[in-house]
Every structure is written in C-alpha cells, then in structure tokens.
C-alpha cells in the first residue's frame, strides 16, 4: 500500500518530496537517487531531479511509493 503525500500549493518538486517522506536524508542523496534510475513517477524512469509533482501522481523509489494527494480545502 502507499503511503500518501498531501501537496500543499500546486506542486512539490521531485528532490523535496523525497526528503520530505523521509526516502532520503538530503537534497544530494535525492538527487544520486534519481542520476541511479531509482526514481519512477506514475511507472516511468524519472531524470528530472527538481520535476514538479502533482497530486493524482505516484512516487516509486525501491519498493516504497507516495501517492501524493491536493491537501484538504481548509488546511494549512
């Protein structure tokens, strides 16, 4: 089951969202991830490091994904 991500704005970019979930420690290690072809948005190999996410997507990195989800009307 994946776990959900809600984007507050309209989109999070690929590199955030990885350390946001915990995926990753850093910004860096976001972007090795990605330059490693370990990265698969909605079943297709990722290369944009900074690639803008929407919800309604699907985040792969090992066998963890995100499915990132609009954050509720009203919240902060």
Not at 29 to 43: M, P, S, T
Not at 51 to 69: D, M, N, S, T
């Amino acid at each position: 089951m994946a776990m959900q991500f809600a984007v507050r704005g309209e989109y999070i970019q690929l590199d955030q969202l990885l350390k946001a979930v915990g995926l990753v420690d850093s910004g860096g290690a976001a972007h090795a991830a990605v330059d490693a072809g370990r990265v698969k948005v909605d079943g297709v190999l990722e290369t944009r490091k900074r690639a803008k996410l929407r919800p309604g997507q699907r985040v792969r990195l090992g066998g963890e994904e995100i499915e990132l989800v609009a954050t509720a009307a009203g919240s902060a």
